[in-house]
């Protein structure tokens, strides 16, 4: 089985400030990770992955992800974050002969001006 | 559809009455997923299909709950009996069987009153 630990349920931060939102997971298997991210009063959307190759992945917005099999994390970094980035991330596994995904509780991310 | 889709997207029931949610994948997904996303409780995994079939249904909090999925597209999740404990937003998503990555609709939001 799987677990998804997010080591901070709120990460409040000032516009323009650096982030890291820290994501470890359990597993006896191999598996594939996923950051997802929640905007208030909004679904679920993907924001990037990792399923093999570079550990670093990066999405469309400037967030990052490095998959880092040692310490069994895959944290998520933006350089400097802007108001719109406001919302509940959620990091997931999912093992790599399975279908199931697994999340963590969540981490609230909130830009304050 | 472009999208997964829910209904309703709110629904506010009596507490003992039966209620059902419904889900339209996005054309072409084989796989779905039931999750519930209660506050506090992060995400939980429900039931998944793969077609028609559910091989994992170890979601289910109790018999009250089941799932039918049709035609290898729509999937309606019922309730019976709702119990106040049972309101949450029920979350649907999707995926192609050699993708990696769900899509999500936007939820059903149940309050048991």
């Known amino acids: 089985a799987q677990s998804v630990t997010q080591l901070d349920s709120q990460v409040p931060v000032f516009e323009e400030a650096p982030v890291e939102l820290r994501c470890n997971y359990s597993s006896s298997v191999s598996v594939y990770l996923f950051w997802y991210v929640q905007y208030p009063n909004q679904g679920l959307q993907l924001l990037l992955k990792y399923l093999s190759g570079s550990t670093l992945v990066e999405s469309i917005n400037g967030f990052e992800a490095e998959f880092n099999k040692s310490q069994t994390s895959f944290h998520l970094r933006k350089p400097s974050v802007h108001i719109s980035d406001t919302a509940e991330y959620f990091c997931?596994?999912?093992?790599?002969?399975?279908?199931?995904?697994?999340f963590g509780a969540g981490t609230i991310l909130r830009v304050k001006s | 559809g472009a999208g997964v889709s829910q209904s309703p997207s709110n629904k506010v029931t009596e507490k003992g009455k039966d209620v059902e949610l419904r889900c339209d994948p996005i054309s072409g997904h084989t796989a779905l997923y039931w999750y519930r996303q209660s506050l506090g409780q992060g995400l939980e995994f429900l039931i998944y299909?793969?077609?028609?079939?559910?091989?994992?249904k170890s979601g289910l909090p109790s018999d009250r709950f089941s799932a039918e999925r049709t035609g290898g597209s729509v999937s309606t999740l019922t309730i019976q009996r709702t119990q106040q404990e049972d309101s949450a937003v029920y979350l649907c998503?999707?995926?192609?069987?050699?993708?990696?990555?769900?899509?999500f609709g936007s939820g059903t939001r149940l309050t048991v009153v």
């Open positions: 997931a596994v999912r093992p790599q002969y399975g279908n199931k995904l697994v």
């Open positions: 299909f793969q077609g028609n079939s559910a091989p994992d």
């Open positions: 998503a999707s995926s192609p069987q050699s993708n990696y990555g769900y899509t």
